[in-house]
């Protein structure tokens, strides 16, 4: 077997692959353990999933990305009758009368790592090692496929009921935002989409790579460190490379609702080696921006992560609340997120930090 | 007023006798295997400590682990059907698809898929079709199966077609026990669910149980009420438990917590609860306990319940104490009930949290000679440790910057007398039975928790909508309607949704209507 016949998910795979996910997710993207369950009940009925390098297709192969759209309060109440994405592909490839050779993941962050996982095992195709962010962002054009040009239409949108709608013609990607978000809600809060069919030689060029093996390993360190009775938060920073930016308790949590978004604020009293500082993050569903000491040291794109101090359990923003021990840890963007292009979709300004400059964190862990 | 709150503990089951706010007796009794003969045998002590008779007390309330344990081990539970109103939503995930396989096969495992259910903002999402769920039922009663959970998408905004369903079930199996999941679960539907099969399994044993009581207390001459506490520190009489046993899973927690609170007068505070072998810590708002906001499991199952947010260290008054590099090591293996024989002081032979607090002169308590010619190097790394622990647990636990007293309750509390943290210390009177005092004193409560489509109405309606259901749903669980107030409001904005819908979760409660 080369690298480019990829690797086949095991059932035991998917619990570390929902808890990385989740980390992925950097505060936001719901909750992955429905999904989880759903692979499961799948798998357990006979199906199975191989996971490809970007790199196996050929260059004229059809790609197809589903994510599910809405809130997650809702998912976790009326979950998914199962197809809801399906449809929606198979209604592109009817509509097109192209068949599909691989599903990828618009966000490895959060519920919408499982959803391409769940289609590539109802359909019998394989799933990409990519998606389209690296973490999880709330609106349907904030994936690097839309950022590179993927086309807006036709995309199609379906609920439990069976009801699709096909986007047949729509002038750019924020008009599909606004079209399949404003669906979502008549259908009830939760709907799965699929976008128009992408080229595997353009997705090979502007996916990011490998997040399904990164939230795999994440989750699985999370795992074993917890096992060995470890310290999950040194064990996640050295698996990843990411950097430990903050320790500290919540003492504030502020939440409003703007436009069908969650925006708020956290602040954590430093403990440790930031006793006597102050942290603040900016949270939009996801973590956006933290501050310490007043100055901005992470911002959108690159990604906040908050975890639990004792266990490593990554923590949603929804369940952000007073007297919670955190690390914050960051992890650079992938480098297509932090291109001028990127920039107009994903930047801070994009988030209502039009003040922010976006500064880079560094790649890698910082050594002497 | 003569009321007895008894406490059903891991080890100990604890009884109080109050006569009004006055704690008139508090003592220990070995918790049995069948729980009920150590109740009994903790109520015949605590009534003789008292010198009266059990004709003299009018209320008791007791806190049991009869239902958890039935969980726990998996026994006697009934065969149980779980009917789910929600087509065509939800199908990918049937009902009890996260249980672990012993528990689902004790049960049975069946379960049916039915139309109805709501969307987020009330609409249906398929009408109730009444002619498909009679024919379940019938599909039931060949089955033979005496126990219905019927939960419905969205219940906690609307209740409606689990009502329904609720009456056609009724008809169609007159001798079936029914449960209803918006009579006890909050949002999410696979806990929701889960927590009304397990309280439909444990109806057969709940009948049997709530008699058992009944037969047991009418036996040592008691002819009041009784009550059992609910994990949320409020009480159930004896027809609501034995309709909602599940309720009572981890009530243990939250009434030592209750008790720390009344025994100290401190409302808001951090409350550690130290036993033999683990030390429970959590805060105190407004008198309860601060709820977890996770789901949390039981038996191996996920729930959403009214769980107070506790967490255990293996901190207690019999903690293994053992000297090492850098530092003692206290916990987390134990001596546990053993520590009156076994601990140095007692005239055993190991070395416990309590043997060094004792030889560091902090209590007096055994044979302080017997610990005379311990190491002082060792005494003081293991004060330290010991010293440490607490500090970080309630560090942990604190909700506010605001420099909260803590109370320290439980038999193992022995071994602190000294400020941790810097804040204040409350060691109250008759600290060592605080949980049995908490379930004497626990009230009636009512919840409400559902989505509110903000197009509608305002914030502010939509807040006083829940609290007036709230207020509501506390007096028809038996408080006096003058005595509730509103201890919890919380409103969560539905993430990812244009259109302003919001999640409102309001608590009321109120003193016992006696």
């Known amino acids: 077997m080369s690298d480019r016949d990829g690797f086949l998910l095991r059932e035991e795979d998917l619990l570390p692959l929902s808890l990385g996910a989740a980390v992925l997710g950097t505060g936001g993207g719901g909750n992955p353990y429905i999904g989880m369950l759903r692979v499961r009940e799948l798998m357990r009925k006979g199906a199975t999933v191989r996971v490809l390098p970007l790199d196996a297709l050929p260059d004229d192969a059809l790609v197809s990305e589903v994510g599910g759209i809405g809130a997650p309060l809702v998912g976790i109440e009326k979950f998914e009758q199962g197809e809801e994405c399906l449809r929606a592909m198979r209604a592109l490839e009817d509509l097109t009368g192209n068949r599909f050779s691989a599903m990828i993941s618009a966000e490895i962050g959060g519920a919408n790592s499982m959803e391409p996982i769940i289609t590539a095992a109802q359909a019998g195709l394989p799933v990409l090692d990519g998606d389209g962010m690296g973490r999880a962002f709330p609106e349907v054009q904030m994936t690097t496929f839309f950022i590179y040009g993927a086309a807006p239409s036709p995309a199609a949108i379906s609920d439990e009921k069976k009801n699709v709608i096909i986007f047949r013609d729509v002038q750019d990607m924020y008009w599909l935002e606004r079209f399949a978000r404003d669906a979502a809600v008549a259908m009830g809060g939760a709907a799965g989409l699929a976008i128009a069919p992408m080229r595997a030689d353009f997705v090979r060029r502007v996916a990011v790579p490998d997040t399904v093996t990164q939230a795999l390993n994440i989750g699985r360190t999370i795992l074993d460190a917890r096992h060995r009775r470890q310290n999950v938060v040194d064990r996640v920073i050295a698996a990843t490379g990411a950097t430990l930016f903050f320790t500290g308790k919540l003492t504030d949590v502020r939440r409003e609702l703007k436009g069908g978004f969650v925006r708020g604020e956290a602040r954590i009293e430093g403990l440790g080696d930031w006793a006597g500082s102050e942290a603040r993050i900016a949270i939009q569903n996801e973590n956006l921006v933290l501050w310490v000491d007043g100055k901005p040291v992470i911002m959108v794109p690159d990604l906040i992560m908050n975890l639990e101090l004792e266990t490593g359990e990554p923590i949603t923003t929804e369940v952000l609340r007073y007297g919670q021990r955190v690390a914050v840890i960051g992890m650079p963007a992938h480098d297509l997120m932090k291109t001028p292009e990127a920039m107009a979709v994903v930047g801070p300004e994009c988030f209502g930090y039009p003040e922010l400059t976006f500064t880079p964190l560094a790649h890698g862990p910082v050594t002497a | ?514």
Not at chain 2, 234 to 256: I, K, Q, Y
Not at chain 2, 484 to 494: G, M, S, T, Y
Request: hydrophobic share 45%; glycine share 12%.
């Open chain 2, 1 to 514: 007023m003569i009321r007895i709150g008894i406490d059903v503990g891991g080890t100990n089951t604890d009884a109080v006798l109050m006569d009004g706010p006055r704690v008139v007796a508090g003592v220990k009794a070995p918790t049995s295997g069948d729980v009920m003969t150590g109740v009994i045998e903790a109520l015949k002590k605590v009534l003789s400590e008292a010198g009266m008779s059990a004709s003299q007390a009018d209320v008791m309330m007791i806190g049991t682990t009869h239902f958890t344990n039935a969980v726990v081990q998996r026994r006697r539970l009934a065969q149980t059907a779980c009917v789910r109103l929600c087509l065509p939503a939800t199908a990918s995930l049937p009902p009890m698809v996260d249980w672990p396989a012993d528990l689902r096969e004790v049960i049975g495992g069946h379960w049916w898929l039915a139309h109805g259910g709501n969307e987020f903002d009330g609409r249906k999402i398929s009408p109730l079709d009444p002619e498909e769920l009679r024919r379940i039922a019938g599909e039931i009663r060949e089955k033979g199966i005496g126990s219905v959970a019927i939960s419905s998408v969205f219940s906690p905004v609307s209740s409606e077609m689990e009502q329904e369903a609720g009456e056609i079930f009724a008809r169609e199996l007159p001798d079936a026990h029914i449960t209803l999941s918006s009579d006890i679960g909050r949002i999410g539907l696979l806990e929701r669910e889960n927590a009304a099969i397990m309280n439909a399994c444990l109806r057969d044993l709940s009948r049997e149980v709530v008699e058992a009581f009944r037969h047991a207390l009418a036996g040592v001459g008691f002819a009041g009420r009784f009550f059992l506490t609910q994990n949320d520190g409020t009480l159930m009489d004896a027809a609501f438990a034995e309709r909602f046993p599940v309720l009572t899973f981890a009530s243990g927690p939250t009434n030592s917590m209750r008790g720390a609170a009344f025994l100290s007068g401190v409302e808001d505070a951090i409350v550690v609860d130290i036993g033999g072998t683990t030390a429970d810590v959590g805060s105190l708002q407004k008198g309860f306990p601060r709820q977890a906001t996770v789901a949390v499991e039981v038996g191996g199952v996920r729930t959403n319940f009214r769980m107070p947010d506790v967490f255990s260290i293996g901190l207690g008054g019999g903690s293994h104490v053992i000297d090492g590099e850098g530092g003692a090591k206290v916990g987390p293996t134990s001596v546990g009930y053993d520590i009156v024989t076994q601990a140095l002081v007692f005239g055993g032979d190991v070395l416990t949290a309590t043997d060094v607090v004792v030889a560091d002169g902090g209590l007096s308590l055994g044979d302080p000679a017997r610990v005379a010619d311990l190491d002082k190097g060792l005494v003081r790394r293991a004060r330290d440790r010991i010293a440490e622990m607490l500090e970080d647990a309630v560090e942990r636990a604190r909700i506010s910057p605001d420099p909260l007293p803590v109370i320290v309750v439980g038999g193992g509390s022995v071994i602190v007398e000294k400020p941790i943290a810097g804040l204040e210390l409350i060691k109250p009177d008759h600290f060592p039975v605080a949980n049995a005092v908490g379930a004497a004193i626990a009230q009636v409560s009512g919840e409400v928790d559902r989505v509110y489509s903000l197009s509608e109405m305002s914030r502010d309606e939509a807040l006083a909508d829940a609290k007036t259901q709230a207020t509501d749903a506390a007096v028809s669980a038996g408080a006096r309607r003058e005595s509730v107030e509103i201890v919890d409001v919380e409103d969560v904005p539905l993430a990812y949704l244009p259109g302003n819908a919001t999640r409102v979760r309001v608590k009321a409660v109120g003193e016992l209507n006696v």
